[in-house]
C-alpha cells in the first residue's frame, strides 16, 4: 500500500514562509495523485492543492492558489508545498494525502478519495 510520512512544519512569524515535505512510497503504478489538505481549529479538513506525481499542472484551492505552491519530485518521491506569505489564520494541521491517479472522476477535493494520509503536522503562525 501507498505510505506517507510528512515533515517540516512548526512556528512561523506573519509573512514568513515554510517548506512541508511528504515522503510518498509503495505505489506500483505508474504515477499517484498527491494532496495536501488541513485542517484549521474547529473546521473541517479541506484540499489546499494537488497534483499528479508524473506530471501535469496542479490544481489549487482558490484560499491559497498564489501563495502555495505543489510540487513533486519523483526522483527523491517526495511531494512538497511551500506556504508563503503566511498569516495567523493559516494555524492548523497540514496533511499529506495519495491515492491512484483514477477514481472514476471523484474530486481532488473530496478527502474520501484518498486512502494514504500521513499522520499530519502542525503549522504555527503567530503575529
Known amino acids: 500500500q501507498i505510505i506517507t510520512r510528512e515533515s517540516g512544519g512548526g512556528s512561523v512569524q506573519t509573512g514568513g514562509s515554510a517548506t512541508l515535505s511528504c515522503v510518498i512510497t509503495g505505489y506500483t503504478t505508474r504515477s499517484i495523485y498527491a494532496a495536501w489538505f488541513r485542517q484549521l481549529p474547529g473546521k473541517e479538513r479541506e484540499a489546499l492543492a494537488g497534483i499528479y506525481s508524473g506530471g501535469g499542472s496542479p490544481n489549487y484551492d482558490d484560499s491559497v492558489k498564489g501563495r502555495f505552491t505543489i510540487s513533486h519530485d519523483s526522483a527523491k518521491n517526495t511531494l512538497y508545498l511551500q506556504m508563503a506569505n503566511l498569516a495567523p489564520e493559516d494555524t492548523g494541521t497540514y496533511y499529506c494525502?495519495?491515492?491512484?491517479?483514477?477514481?472514476?472522476?471523484?474530486?481532488?477535493?473530496?478527502?474520501?478519495?484518498?486512502?494514504?494520509w500521513g499522520q499530519g503536522i502542525q503549522v504555527t503562525v503567530s503575529s
Open positions: 494525502a495519495a491515492d491512484r491517479t483514477s477514481k472514476n472522476g471523484m474530486s481532488w477535493q473530496r478527502a474520501g478519495r484518498y486512502s494514504s
